[in-house]
């Protein structure tokens, strides 16, 4: 994946360069049928930018390289607490992007950084997992919402006058 300015488009400046795409076991990878993809941007502490493009289950996916660090002995503690395995985890990850969309909008949908190391208490898969949440409830409000009639919106929303543009417009952040 080259790294253009669509293809980056809510990464900041100083990283749209470093991305270094990787390659996912096909597992790890949306289907060629699938139209809702994840892409995530992982901003190392050491400066390394790790790129993971079309993941299905992303959350799992990034919960499952983690586990799989914590499994090998890497760490000097035995069975390491929720609060010894987040420290660990912010050792090494400094933030992360992510960006969810229709494979249709892809160029149009900009990353949003969504974990953050000193600032959070929780793993970045559970924010991940979030995220995802998230825009699928957008995405099934969107569909709820388009298929009522204007009148139906306009009683949804309280008063015709405040229908002002289509919810795609809305942003749920």
């Not at 699938?34 to 992982?42: P, Q």
């Amino acid at each position: 994946m080259e790294n253009d300015n669509n293809i980056c488009s809510g990464l900041p400046e100083n990283i749209k360069n470093k991305v270094d795409w990787l390659e996912k076991p096909d597992s790890a990878t949306s289907q060629d049928n699938e139209k809702i993809v994840t892409d995530l941007v992982i901003e190392l502490q050491n400066g390394r930018v790790l790129g993971f493009n079309k993941v299905i289950m992303p959350s799992e996916y990034i919960k499952n390289i983690f586990e799989e660090f914590f499994s090998r002995n890497v760490i000097d503690i035995e069975n390491p607490s929720r609060k010894q395995k987040l420290s660990i985890v912010k050792q090494y990850v400094f933030r992360i992007y992510c960006r969810i969309y229709n494979e249709d909008t892809s160029n149009e949908t900009p990353f949003k950084k969504i974990w953050l190391s000193y600032r959070e208490h929780r793993f970045p898969w559970e924010k991940i997992a979030e995220f995802n949440e998230l825009f699928l409830l957008k995405e099934a409000l969107i569909l709820a919402f388009n298929n009522l009639s204007l009148e139906d919106r306009a009683t949804t929303i309280g008063e015709a006058r405040y229908v002002i543009q289509p919810i795609e417009k809305w942003h749920l952040n």
